[in-house]
C-alpha cells in the first residue's frame, strides 16, 4: 500500500522498510554527487599498457646511474583531496648489474630518492618479473600521470622484453 505524505502524515511519520525497492520508478536517477561510498571503496580504476615492440624488444635499455623514464603511463583524475591512489606495475627486466624502480607523479619521484620503491642488486641473466605497489596521496582532484621509471647502479638493465611481454600499471582510486 502506498504511503501518502500529507500534513496529517508528515515525512515523520515514515517508518524504516516503508519505502521499498518496488515502490521506486524504474526510471529514477541519484545523481553520483548524493552517493557515498565506504572508505576504503574502488572509485575508479584506470590501465595503461605497452608492448616490449614499442622500443625494437624493449621498453627501456640503459646503464644511467640517474633514473629514466620507461614508457609505461597511466593518468587519473582524483574525486577528492583526501583520496589515494594505488598504483600496481607489472613488467620484466634483465640485468647484468643492479636494478631500481620507481614510479613518478607528474615530475616527482615518489619513491626513494636513490633506491625508488624496489631494488634488486647483482646480475640475473635471466628476465625476471617485477611487480611492485604503492599508495600514494596526490591531494590533488587535477589529472595526475604516473609513470614507471628505471635506473642502473651497475651494468646494463633492460625493462619490459622477453617475447611480446605486455607492461601493464594499474591505478585504483581509493575512497578516504
Do not use: C
Not at 517508518?15 to 557515498?36: E, P, R, W
Amino acid at each position: 500500500m502506498p504511503t501518502e505524505i500529507s500534513g496529517s502524515t508528515g515525512v515523520n511519520k515514515i517508518q524504516d522498510n516503508t519505502i521499498v525497492n518496488a515502490d521506486i520508478n524504474s526510471s529514477a536517477a541519484i545523481a553520483g554527487s548524493k552517493l557515498v561510498m565506504p572508505t576504503g571503496s574502488v572509485l575508479q580504476v584506470v590501465v595503461g599498457s605497452n608492448t616490449n615492440t614499442a622500443n625494437g624488444g624493449f621498453l627501456l635499455s640503459t646503464n644511467s646511474s640517474s633514473f629514466q623514464s620507461v614508457p609505461l603511463t597511466a593518468t587519473i583524475t582524483p574525486k577528492t583531496t583526501a583520496n589515494k591512489i594505488l598504483i600496481s606495475v607489472n613488467t620484466s627486466f634483465y640485468r647484468a648489474g643492479s636494478i631500481n624502480f620507481t614510479i613518478y607523479a607528474g615530475s616527482t619521484n615518489i619513491g626513494h630518492s636513490a633506491n625508488g620503491i624496489m631494488r634488486l642488486t647483482g646480475a640475473d641473466n635471466n628476465w625476471t618479473d617485477a611487480s611492485h605497489q604503492i599508495l600514494h596521496s596526490p591531494n590533488t582532484t587535477s589529472a595526475v600521470t604516473y609513470q614507471l621509471y628505471a635506473r642502473s647502479e651497475s651494468g646494463d638493465v633492460t625493462v619490459g622484453g622477453d617475447g611480446s611481454v605486455q607492461n601493464t600499471i594499474v591505478l585504483m582510486e581509493i575512497a578516504a
